[in-house]
Every structure is written in C-alpha cells, then in structure tokens.
C-alpha cells in the first residue's frame, strides 16, 4: 500500500571491516552508570538502574577521517556531552538473563550522549519528563560499530574525551554501577529488545558545558574513536 508521504531512510551506522551497516531500531540509554558521576549529578552510590531514550534519528554519525559537525541546539545555553560506551543488539529478546547478555551483543561504539542540561535540570525540578533536555535532533553522535568477536577486554576498556585537547572526562568502563550483562538484563525486563537497538551505557564524572566551535575526541580502547566539531 502507497504511503501518504515519502518515507525516511532507515538510520545505519557503519560496520568496521565490513561493506554493511547496523540498522538502528531504537537508542535506549542509562542515567547515572558511574558513581563518579552520579555523585556530580547529586544521587549518592549504587541505585536501581533507570533508563530514557532518544529517537533514532538523533544520530550523527562520526566517521573516521574528518571530524562529524553538531549544530548547536536551540532553546539552550548549556549543551553538555557525556561519553558513553554503546552496546550494539544484535539478537532480541525478553528477560534476558546477565549470563546470557554477550549472545545478544553485535557489537560497541564509541557515542556521545549530548544533553541541553539546563532544560532537562528545569524539567526535574518540575518533575516533568527530560525528553527535551535529552531527545533532541543531533544529540546521540556515534563512531562505526566494531564487531563484538573483535574487541577484547570491553568491560575493562579506558574511556575519555578531551576537549580542544583538553581532557574532560577519563576513566574506565570497569567503574560501570551496572555492568554491560546486568544493563542487558534490567533493560529486558521492561522492554523487548530487538536486533538494531543500541544501549548508552552511562558517562563517567567530568560532564560540562561546550559552546560553537569546540572540537571533541572521544576514545574507548579497541574501538574506533569520535571526532566532532559544535557548530
């Protein structure tokens, strides 16, 4: 049957080695991972993983080569990033269990979970969902998807990202509250994960403010890393 419109493409994200894309379905992601940052966002230690998302189509992607640009969202003075490991779904499923996760893992990235901090701080103190401080266009920057079976030592993998070559945030995805099967596995439990799904894992501490013309590298061992310039 004809639509009524033309239809968008579907959102992919590059593969390395590989002359295919990943079709993204859905970008789920996870508040408060690292204690570090929970701390700096005022929540004190280990608490049940909570979850938000972002539309599909939020995706820069970044490719290796030139650095990816990001227009500077409207409505905001105080556009954060967050670096974030991302976990390629591969395989669906419900109730998956922590010990079954790295079956339904394709593969990771390196992504950027861009925040407008001051409208999602405005809509916590009126307690209001963050879908505006959050799921804006632009606002989930990602690297080519590394295939699981070629990354090694992911759970203990550094993490950064520096700003104009300056280091922002630094740590390792060991520090993860919520490891990547446990994520899997709580995140199953409420939603029926798919093949194309994508999972922020959650930033470590260092989240700030950056303005038009900042350059970002962001780099996570074996992965390949991101380069973007706000515009």
């Known amino acids: 049957m004809a639509t009524v419109f033309p239809t968008a493409p579907a959102v992919t994200v ?3 080695g590989l002359d295919a894309v990943f079709p993204v379905r859905r970008i789920y992601c996870v508040g408060r991972n690292y204690a570090e940052h929970a701390k700096e966002m005022g929540g ?5 993983p909570f979850f938000f998302m ?6 820069v992607l970044a490719l290796p080569g030139h650095s990816a ?3 500077y969202p409207s409505l905001t003075s105080n556009l954060h990033h967050e670096i974030e490991l991302v976990v390629a779904i591969g395989k669906g ?23 407008r901090r001051d409208l999602q701080n405005d809509m916590k ?29 992911i759970d203990q993998a550094a993490i950064s ?19 990547i099967a446990e994520t899997i596995e709580q995140l199953s439990m409420a939603w029926e994960l798919q093949s194309g799904d994508l999972i922020f894992t959650g930033t470590p501490e260092g989240v700030s403010a950056v303005v038009a013309g900042d350059r970002l590298l962001g780099e ?11 515009i």
């Open 161 to 179: 990202l520096q700003v104009n070559g300056q280091d922002r945030q630094r740590s390792n995805t060991s520090q993860l509250m919520w490891n």
């Open 44 to 48: 004190t230690g280990r608490e049940a």
């Open 220 to 230: 996570i061992s074996g992965l390949q890393s991101i380069d973007v310039t706000i």
């Open 54 to 59: 972002k539309p599909a189509d939020a995706i």
């Open 93 to 115: 499923g419900k109730n998956i269990s922590a010990a079954q996760a790295s079956a339904h893992i394709y593969g990771y990235a390196v992504g950027l979970d861009m925040t």
């Open 14 to 16: 590059p593969v390395v």
């Open 69 to 71: 640009r990001l227009p």
């Open 125 to 153: 103190k009126q307690g209001r969902p963050w879908c505006i401080g959050k799921g804006f266009d632009h606002s989930a920057p990602i690297g080519p998807i590394t295939r699981a079976q070629d990354v090694q030592g």
